[in-house]
């Protein structure tokens, strides 16, 4: 029995450089940096004083007041982009099967922002004080149960966490599902809005952030020899799946096709990389071959490129070790240098960069780059986009844990 063709019929992004999907794409194009000082918070006191966050976005534009009360930003982002992705695949919920469309949708986090409140109602107050919707608001799975309750998606419903790779899984479980026979269209990405003070506090205890408070805007430098941590981001992103067949019958626009998915673990550490990306070379090698294609046949891989020195130095690694000669032949780029690491929803926004770019013709840059590491020394599309003829493109997500996740999209062709 043939597997069962996944395409991508619908997008949708709130990032911290663009509010949709048309706004990010071209700030991806243009360079722009969305890392500033934080405003969510006094940061004064803090290592880290600036991260991407998302700017100029209301919530009330897709939720109603009373139900805002009741979600964490988290969820905000999630049914935004829900909304726009369902818009945007132009489908009739009330013609087709809701019971064969589902949601798998990530978070790393959670809520984060209605853990901090809730605890500091419980300091001051005691018990009495935290909020009934406490629990609701907060878990991780609860954004894929409101866009599920939302637009009446009775399909498999669940939420992934494995922190950076986190969207990755959801998009990779959603591809699965439908190339199974399980489902026809999934609803499917990540979310994350953890630009707190106990994230950020947290984060600089492991020295994993850039402290670069006097010039923000360009600590996000994948690659460069002066990159000293990650910066933190914000946002969500949703990708509509659909079966190929099932798309074409209602005439469904289709922007590419997922075709491979490479999991693997790295079983070595909590936060550091195996030696030479061993996890990440796995990742890449199951999902070329998942796919059914050559290694030769990549033409583009939007890199995990978080700016630390480990990741960027064993990523660059694993990249030669498995593609060989080739690894000089492909176009690089990591996003993260303009949108910071959305930690949960990095691979779904990633993800719609890699879609965009495969439609599109086009690499995105890796901005900042000024002087390569010297253990970095690969094509990674400096400072301005490329035009190039894009077939085949990976989107690689690795994190905590050791997890590691590899998508596979292709040029969509009948």
Not at 71 to 97: G, R, V
Not at 272 to 284: K, L, Q, T, V
């Amino acid at each position: 029995m043939s597997k069962r063709r996944v395409v991508i019929t619908g997008l949708g992004a709130l990032t911290p450089i663009g509010n949709n999907v048309e706004e990010f794409w071209e700030a991806l194009l243009d360079g722009k940096s969305g890392a500033a000082r934080i405003t969510k918070f006094n940061p004064e006191n803090f290592a880290t004083q600036f991260a991407c966050e998302v700017k100029g976005f209301d919530p009330s534009e897709y939720i109603t007041p009373k139900a805002l009360k009741r979600m964490d930003p988290f969820t905000h982002y999630a049914l935004a982009t829900a909304q726009m992705a369902l818009e945007d695949s132009e489908l009739d919920l009330e013609k087709i099967n809701t019971e064969r469309m589902g949601v798998i949708y990530g978070s790393g986090i959670g809520g984060m922002d209605t853990w901090e409140t809730q605890h500091g109602n419980f300091i001051k107050g005691g018990p009495r004080r935290i909020s009934p919707f406490f629990i609701p608001m907060m878990i991780s799975d609860i954004a894929a149960g409101h866009i599920s309750i939302r637009f009446g998606l009775k399909g498999p419903n669940y939420a992934t966490t494995s922190a950076c790779a986190t969207s990755s899984h959801a998009i990779s479980d959603a591809f699965i599902m439908i190339q199974r026979g399980s489902a026809d269209l999934m609803v499917t990405g990540g979310t994350e809005a953890s630009i707190t003070p106990m994230a950020i506090g947290g984060f600089n205890s492991a020295r994993a952030l850039s402290t670069w408070n006097d010039r923000p805007e360009v600590a996000s430098r994948p690659f460069d020899k002066d990159r000293n941590g990650f910066v933190m981001g914000e946002g969500s992103g949703t990708i509509i799946l659909e079966e190929l067949e099932h798309a074409k019958t209602r005439k469904a626009k289709i922007y590419g096709e997922i075709i491979g998915v490479g999991l693997t673990a790295d079983a070595f550490h909590v936060t550091a990389p195996a030696p030479e990306g061993e996890g990440a070379f796995r990742s890449m090698r199951e999902a070329v071959k998942d796919g059914g294609i050559e290694l030769t046949d990549v033409d583009y891989i939007n890199a995990h490129g978080t700016s630390t020195l480990l990741n960027d130095k064993n990523e660059t690694a694993a990249i030669k070790n498995l593609f060989g000669e080739h690894a000089y032949k492909l176009s690089i780029s990591s996003t993260k240098s303009m949108t910071g690491h959305l930690l949960g929803a990095a691979g779904a926004i990633e993800s719609i960069a890699t879609i965009l770019a495969i439609k599109n013709s086009i690499v995105p840059p890796t901005m900042h780059l000024d002087e390569p590491s010297p253990d970095c020394d690969l094509d990674y599309t400096p400072h301005k986009p490329v035009k190039k003829d894009l077939k085949y493109a990976l989107s690689n997500t690795f994190g905590f844990g050791g997890h590691n996740a590899s998508l596979l999209f292709k040029k969509f062709e009948e």
